[in-house]
């Protein structure tokens, strides 16, 4: 009986400090979950800040621009009453110039806040039955003028299999087309700066199948990436190009991973780039 009454002691003791770090152990985990919810409601009010600062910002640039477009028709009245060599012609061909820039520049900020909002917003996905090959096709539709405005040979291949997928087609094809549209802009502007590209201004979309999910690849004969490029691509308002805001690529990877699926870029200096999203299906 002794020998009981010791050994439920020793249990005791020995459960006591067990208890005591179990505890412990607990009380850090639930103020590490109370931080980390804290933590995301701060995000979430600061977005929501973030958001309504960028449409307040919005509305009066829109004015701006609409006075500017004005202003700019009042001058060309002017001007047509003025000859362009004399002292007043020539210092409202100088106002003219500034407010085309202003313009510009009031059209650049309002691209970069539609692209923030979009990006920013939330994604309210309205799935249906799609048929990839046949949205890829509207699309190519679609944008290829644009491509051949910046000499760009735009072709498309289809697998003759099916390829339906559950989607948000209007989003899908935002994704794809900001794809699109950033391998153009790389293709134009590597030519026009004499850099080396993968030589036949081709860009080639094209969908595939392997082992139960869709892909679609958009690939480009452009000047290619280096490793430290590819790392940051789709890092928001990251961005190789002087006029880019850097959210193109951050809003497709985020519509695609809101599919359940994957974005991903492969990319050699020199030789071009192909970003590949890969869908389940």
């Known amino acids: ?146 491509a051949a405005e910046q000499q760009v040979n735009l072709r498309v291949q289809c697998q003759a299999d099916p390829a339906e997928v559950l989607a948000d087609a209007a989003l899908l094809k935002q994704a794809l087309l900001n794809l699109l549209i950033n391998a153009v802009h790389a293709m134009a502007d590597a030519r026009g700066a004499g850099h080396a590209t993968g030589g036949a201004n081709e860009l080639l979309v094209r969908t595939s199948r392997d082992e139960g999910r869709l892909n679609i690849h958009v690939t480009d004969t452009g000047p290619g990436m280096s490793a430290d490029v590819v790392a940051r691509v789709f890092e928001p308002y990251f961005s190789t190009k002087r006029s880019g805001t850097g959210l193109g690529l951050p809003t497709s990877r985020r519509i695609v991973e809101r599919h359940g699926g994957s974005l991903n870029v492969h990319s050699e200096p020199g030789r071009g780039t192909e970003f590949v999203i890969t869908l389940p299906g």
């Open 1 to 146: 009986m002794a020998w009981l009454f010791l050994g439920i002691a020793i249990g005791v003791l020995l459960a006591v400090p067990c208890a005591w770090v179990f505890n412990r152990r607990t009380e850090r985990r639930v103020r590490e979950l109370e931080r980390q919810a804290r933590s995301a409601e701060r995000l979430a009010e600061q977005a929501t800040m973030t958001s309504g600062l960028a449409h307040e910002i919005k509305n009066p640039l829109s004015t701006i621009g609409l006075n500017v477009q004005l202003l700019q028709e009042d001058l060309s009245e002017i001007a047509g009453a003025t000859e362009a060599e004399s002292a007043v012609g020539q210092q409202v061909g100088r106002v003219q110039r500034r407010l085309a820039g202003l313009g510009r520049e009031a059209e650049r900020l309002r691209d970069i806040l539609e692209d923030f909002l979009r990006f920013a917003g939330r994604l309210e996905l309205d799935k249906a039955p799609t048929d990839i090959n046949k949205l890829v096709d509207e699309l190519a539709v679609f944008f290829e003028p644009q």
